[in-house]
C-alpha cells in the first residue's frame, strides 16, 4: 500500500539558519511528489511539485525540494527560515490515476526562535 | 476568486444530531475533495467527486455522505454524529486533467461532537 513517511514530528530551527525537512514515500509507480504547507487555522497551501524531469523543484516562499528515486525521498529545504515560516508543513503522494487524490504524510511542526 | 470557501467555521454537535458541512468553490474546478484532519494524523480523504452527480469513497467514508448536484458546491452529510467524528475538515478541489493533483484547500470547518 502506498504511504507517505515525515520521520520528524516537531523541528525548531533558529531564524536565519537552514532548513530541511524529510519525507520518504513507498509507492509501486512514478509519484507525483508535493509539499503543502498549513499556518495555524488555515487551509493547505501548495509549496511546490514533482511531476517527472529535473529532480531539483522550486517552489513559492523561496522552498524547494529534491526528488531522490534511489533513496524513495523528497525532502524539502530553505536556505534561510523566516519567521514567518513556521507553520506545519505535508509532504503527500499523488495516487489512483486521473482522479487526483492524495496520500498525505503526518506532517512536520516547523518553529523558528529569533 | 473567493477559491473554496467552507461554512460554517466552527461546530458542536451533541452525539446523534446531524449537520451539512457547507462547501463552495468559483474556479470551475470539475473536482472535488473532502478530507478530516486528526491531531499527529495528516489528512485523510473522505470522499471525492469528479464532476457533478459523481462522487466516490476515499479512505475514511464510513458516517459520511455527499452529494454532487452542481459544479461548485460539494456538501457533506455527517447522520448521528459520533464522538469519533471530532475533527478539522477540509474542503479542497482541483481542475483535471493535468493538474487534478494541485489542490486549492478551504480553510476548515472544526467540528466537535461531545
Known amino acids: 500500500a502506498q504511504s507517505v513517511t515525515q520521520p520528524d514530528i516537531h523541528i525548531t530551527v533558529s531564524e536565519g539558519a537552514s532548513l530541511e525537512l524529510r519525507c520518504n514515500y513507498s509507492?509501486?509507480?512514478?509519484?507525483?511528489l508535493f509539499w503543502y504547507v498549513q499556518s495555524p487555522g488555515q487551509g493547505l497551501q501548495l509549496l511546490l511539485k514533482?511531476?517527472?524531469?529535473?529532480?531539483l523543484v522550486q517552489g513559492i516562499k523561496g522552498f524547494e525540494a529534491e526528488f531522490k528515486r534511489s533513496q524513495s525521498s523528497f525532502n524539502l529545504r530553505k536556505p534561510s527560515v523566516h519567521w514567518s515560516d513556521a507553520a506545519e508543513y505535508f509532504c503527500?503522494?499523488?495516487?489512483?490515476?486521473?482522479?487526483?487524490?492524495?496520500?498525505f504524510g503526518k506532517g512536520t511542526k516547523l518553529s523558528v526562535k529569533p | 476568486n473567493a477559491g473554496v470557501t467552507q461554512t460554517p467555521k466552527f461546530r458542536i454537535l451533541k452525539i446523534g444530531q446531524s449537520m451539512t458541512l457547507q462547501c463552495t468553490q468559483d474556479?470551475?474546478?470539475?473536482?472535488m475533495y473532502w478530507y478530516r484532519q486528526d491531531p499527529g494524523m495528516g489528512l485523510k480523504l473522505i470522499y471525492y467527486?469528479?464532476?457533478?452527480?459523481?462522487?466516490d469513497k476515499g479512505e475514511v467514508p464510513n458516517g459520511y455522505n455527499v452529494s454532487r448536484s452542481t459544479t461548485e458546491d460539494f456538501p457533506l452529510r455527517l447522520e448521528l454524529a459520533a464522538p469519533s467524528q471530532t475533527s478539522v475538515y477540509f474542503c479542497?478541489?482541483?481542475?483535471?486533467?493535468?493538474?487534478?493533483?494541485?489542490?486549492?484547500f478551504g480553510p476548515g470547518t472544526r467540528l466537535t461532537v461531545t
Open positions: 479542497a478541489s482541483s481542475l483535471p486533467p493535468d493538474r487534478a493533483y494541485e489542490q486549492y
Open positions: 509507492y509501486g509507480a512514478t509519484p507525483y
Open positions: 514533482y511531476f517527472s524531469g529535473d529532480t
Open positions: 503527500a503522494v499523488g495516487y489512483g490515476g486521473s482522479q487526483g487524490n492524495l496520500i
Open positions: 474556479m470551475n474546478h470539475n473536482y
Open positions: 467527486s469528479v464532476g457533478a452527480g459523481i462522487t
